[in-house]
């Protein structure tokens, strides 16, 4: 036995030796300046004298750029390359190629879906809201490599692409996915008898816009009233959500943000001049950021009863500026509060009336009425508020 016990120890002693070896092994440890700029030119001169594999000045140089604003910790906020960049302006613009997924980095330091975008291959892979995708193309990623992935998951057209998701049940899937143009039409809208009915995918620069013509289409067909569906609506631009509340609120404040310093950054208020029907709005875990301002919004003011489960929670604004070398950033810069003065970071928006979606659901919206139950708890809202009038 204790010959036993003599071996364990050599083998312990001989890792030990070894780990030691390997922390000392390139004279124990750098001496650095204290000037941050010297720092980092120190390390940069070790890296490229001790790494196993070719690096360039430019590798570096983005990666010591992308470092500064990784270390806020922030999943929101992030250096862009020129071509990152330009994809981001796709995004704002909305045409873009590739599979539909708005993502997030978590607090898990994950890649967390804050929504398919609705229609998308994604959407109609089944990718829900809350998945973890662990994998793109077999390579893994975390919440670090963030753009990264993205930027494998976007593509030409009609070529596929395999994810790895982490469900909210625990269980891995692999999904295969073909890219496409994701340039949807942002709002879409029909007729649900006497009842107007307008999907809202995400806001993008033409939205508002879109949002109006699809209104005085339905109003001008005579419609009660409307449901308005931001259920797995990531955001987008603030402007396009602020000029939607605008058309549907009476005269006063719709949102403001500060900054750190408790300056005001931005405000938007509405005019006298609004939609009087009632209205009803569908919500749920995968409604964020601007779609959080607009039902948000209308809940303060009363203006329409919010159905189904609560929003997502991100209520900080994010400013995208470009340098002159094509590089870019998007920067938390303020917080945004509704007219309460309430800030929904983190907290979301509560619905009225709480319903949680069959898990049988196929979809969701007017194809899917038989069986999605929130709009038909949100029809039901709406016919007996048309009939106190």
Not at 114 to 120: L, N
């Amino acid at each position: 036995m204790k010959k036993y016990i003599k071996i364990l120890a050599c083998i312990i002693l001989l890792i030990a030796t070894n780990l030691f070896s390997f922390i000392l092994g390139m004279g124990g440890f750098i001496k650095v300046d204290k000037d941050k700029y010297t720092q980092i030119a120190q390390l940069e001169d070790f890296v490229k004298k001790h790494y196993l594999y070719e690096v360039t000045d430019k590798q570096l140089l983005e990666g010591e750029l992308k470092g500064v604003v990784s270390g806020l910790n922030d999943p929101y906020s992030e250096y862009y390359t020129k071509e990152e960049y330009d994809r981001l302006m796709d995004f704002t613009t909305g045409k873009f190629f590739g599979i539909g997924v708005v993502i997030t980095k978590g607090e898990d330091n994950l890649i967390t879906v804050i929504s398919p975008i609705k229609g998308s291959p994604a959407d109609v892979a089944g990718v829900k809201a809350g998945d973890k995708i662990l994998k793109v193309a077999d390579q893994e990623f975390s919440g670090d490599k963030l753009q990264e992935a993205s930027n494998l998951m976007k593509g030409k057209k009609g070529t596929e692409i395999k994810i790895t998701l982490l469900r909210k049940t625990g269980e891995t899937e692999d999904l295969t996915i073909k890219r496409d143009e994701i340039r949807v039409d942002t709002v879409n809208s029909e007729l649900i008898g006497n009842i107007g009915y307008i999907d809202i995918l995400q806001f993008d620069e033409m939205t508002s816009k879109d949002f109006e013509k699809n209104l005085k289409e339905l109003e001008s067909k005579n419609v009660e009233g409307i449901i308005l569906d931001l259920r797995g609506n990531p955001g987008g631009v603030v402007t396009s959500a602020a000029e939607i509340a605008d058309l549907l609120l009476p005269k006063g404040n719709i949102v403001y943000a500060e900054t750190k310093n408790g300056k005001r950054d931005f405000e938007f208020d509405s005019d006298e001049n609004h939609y009087s029907a009632p209205l009803v709005v569908l919500v749920n875990e995968g409604s964020a950021s601007a779609s959080e301002l607009l039902s948000g919004a209308l809940k303060d003011y009363k203006r329409a009863t919010i159905v189904g489960k609560k929003t997502f929670g991100k209520g900080i604004v994010q400013t995208a500026v470009r340098f002159s070398n094509g590089d870019g950033i998007k920067l938390t810069t303020s917080e945004y509060f509704l007219p309460s003065g309430k800030s929904i970071h983190k907290l979301g928006v509560e619905p009225d009336v709480e319903v949680e979606l069959n898990k049988d659901t196929k979809g969701i919206g007017p194809n899917f009425k038989d069986t999605d139950n929130q709009l038909q708890k949100a029809i039901e809202i709406l016919q007996s508020e048309i009939s106190k009038k």
